[in-house]
């Protein structure tokens, strides 16, 4: 009998292939994400040595959605754009896309607007990809596996988690059903973007947990701590109740700016004044921009929450509501990296309120908040062990799938499908394809009907 390799060379031929295209694929978007996070940086510091830049974030907004309107054609539909054209290749993504949100997210947060980087990496990738993918004359099904690529070297490149990257860029696609078809090309794609922009000198932050287990002679035998798992589900019913807080109050107050306001200058201008009134209520900058580190000492980031006292109770709702009143007024930038500073201040006060440690359970935040704001437990899993080290990955996946459960059926992604629902009854069908903005709209026309029934 023939062994299956040898009987099919076409295997071969394929991986060869898929290397080939996906180089040029990592070369140009991990250089582009070097640059962007280098961007980033430059953007990020020279705000904090000129505070008064963010008197000037209306005006700073008003150019953002000039740009959209007059030259991003489709643009504006962003990383749900590139969801889209995956699932349903036909709209196109313009070349464009790239440079114009890396423009603009560098505006944003030059200016103080409380946002991340994650949806602008991915964008990159997307377009330089679907440009790539015309370049090349792809046909359909190769092209929906290049811009999964894309999206892949995008994420893993920006934050350095090229296997996370990989996860992230086939689990995001649909909630409960993960393909593979596309995983080769994305993890090549992840690894050798991540290579290039490293190459390029960027940096990533470093995380750490101090925390070790003393182990018991009854807890070696379970290979668990009852009681520290107990705590870890109580934490991540939090952490998925505040991705979906995160995920409907963004989508809430664009839909209350489009039926108030409705210009899209009028809405960038108000959003922009909301924030600066908000940080002149707050007394500090600490809320804006990236928040991975603190502009004083003392002040609350990403980094503090992992220490004792690193965080206010508060804090996490703070950076919360400035990033849902700063994306959904029009400004640019990705939701994950805000979604890391709310994840980890609030895991700074379960820890507080459970007598926890600290940092493992601001890593556990970290992680689960971003798991249940994209509906991507497995990769956000991944992430912890590429991030955390593997130490406490049980914990990482008990944190990441709980805070995914409890999410329901939202997110940030309205383009994203459900393939898979998390919850079904029991002579329901086991699987659904409405994409999480069409569930939303259908929940907020229920809500209506019930409004009207009630006021008659």
Not at 350 to 371: E, H, K, N, Q, R
């Amino acid at each position: 009998m023939a062994h299956p390799l040898s009987a099919n060379p076409k295997i071969f031929v394929q991986i060869l292939r898929w290397t080939l295209l996906i180089i040029p694929v990592a070369v140009i978007v991990g250089s582009l994400n070097a640059f962007f996070l280098w961007s980033l940086s430059f953007a990020t510091e020279t705000r904090i040595d000129n505070p008064w830049l963010l008197y000037l974030l209306p005006l700073a907004g008003i150019v953002i959605v000039y740009c959209y309107r007059n030259l991003g054609k489709n643009s504006e539909g962003g990383n749900n754009l590139i969801m889209d054209e995956i699932h349903e290749p036909g709209a196109g993504i313009p070349t464009r896309m790239g440079p114009l949100v890396l423009i603009t997210t560098a505006i944003t947060h030059l200016f103080g607007g409380s946002a991340g980087r994650e949806g602008t990496a991915v964008q990159i990738g997307g377009a330089t990809t679907h440009w790539l993918a015309r370049c090349f004359k792809l046909n359909e099904a190769d092209t929906r596996l290049i811009l999964i690529a894309g999206v892949a070297a995008g994420f893993g490149a920006v934050f350095g988690t090229p296997l996370t990257g990989a996860i992230f860029a086939l689990e995001v696609l649909a909630i409960g059903r993960l393909r593979y078809d596309a995983i080769i090309p994305a993890l090549f794609a992840a690894i050798l973007a991540d290579v290039v922009c490293s190459a390029w000198g960027a940096h990533h932050t470093h995380y750490r947990i101090d925390f070790l287990e003393t182990i018991t002679l009854f807890e070696h035998a379970v290979k668990v701590d009852i009681l520290m798992v107990a705590k870890i589900v109580l934490a991540a019913i939090a952490f998925g109740l505040a991705g979906y807080l995160f995920g409907e109050l963004t989508h809430a107050f664009k839909d209350i700016f489009k039926a108030t306001l409705k210009n899209p200058y009028l809405i960038v201008v108000v959003g922009g004044l909301v924030v600066i009134g908000a940080v002149h209520l707050i007394g500090n900058y600490d809320y804006i921009g990236l928040g991975v580190y603190s502009s004083r000492e003392g002040g609350v980031s990403i980094l503090s929450a992992f220490q004792e006292g690193g965080a206010e109770w508060y804090s996490w709702l703070l950076k919360l509501l400035l990033t849902a009143i700063t994306l959904a007024a029009g400004y640019k930038g990705g939701e994950v990296t805000p979604l890391f500073f709310v994840g980890a201040t609030l895991g700074n006060t379960m820890a507080w309120i459970l007598g926890a440690p600290v940092d493992l359970f601001a890593a556990l935040g970290f992680l689960a908040v971003f798991a249940a704001a994209t509906n991507t437990p497995l990769a956000c899993t991944i992430m912890g062990v590429e991030l955390f080290g593997a130490d406490h990955m049980l914990y990482f996946a008990i944190a990441c799938y709980t805070a995914y459960y409890f999410s329901g059926h939202t997110g940030i992604y309205s383009s994203q499908r459900v393939a898979v629902p998390k919850l079904f009854d029991l002579d329901g069908a086991p699987t659904i394809t409405h994409k999480l903005g069409e569930l939303r709209e259908t929940h907020s026309s229920l809500l209506k009907n019930l409004a009207k029934k009630f006021s008659k």
